[in-house]
């Protein structure tokens, strides 16, 4: 079992960054792949990022590609997304997964733990 827990939401104003952290515990998740969805009130869970197990490709949503950037530790477990330029589009709780795969996927369905997630409020 895995178990992973999101910090760093808050309430910045459009053009703000943040920097979300993902810790996992209870076993390494450096042979999974991670990712980073959101899910905005009253629309589905949507892919924002994703990241190979060893860290050497990265896999992004159109909407986010260039402003925000998805890293690792696994060394520490962790796993981290920056936001950069952010828009009151960005609105959403942002969730950590962790993947049945090495491979940075973006459907959800290739994810079988998820954290509680984090409010991320861009204000305009």
């Known amino acids: 079992q895995v178990q992973l827990v999101e910090s760093g939401g808050g309430l910045v104003q459009a053009g703000g960054s943040l920097r979300l952290s993902c810790t996992a515990s209870?076993?390494?998740?450096?042979?999974?792949?991670m990712g980073w969805f959101r899910q905005a009130p009253g629309k589905e869970r949507e892919f924002v990022a994703a990241?190979?197990?060893?860290?050497?490709?990265?896999n992004y949503a159109a909407s986010v590609k260039g402003r925000f950037t998805i890293s690792r530790d696994n060394g520490k477990n962790m796993v981290y997304l920056q936001l950069n330029s952010l828009k009151p589009e960005d609105t959403a709780v942002y969730y950590c997964?962790?993947?049945?795969?090495?491979?940075?996927?973006?459907?959800?369905?290739?994810?079988?733990?998820w954290g509680q997630g984090t409010q991320v409020t861009v204000s305009s």
């Open positions: 990241i190979s197990s060893n860290g050497g490709s990265t």
């Open positions: 209870g076993r390494t998740v450096s042979t999974s792949a």
């Open positions: 997964a962790a993947a049945r795969t090495i491979f940075p996927m973006a459907l959800s369905s290739q994810y079988n733990y």
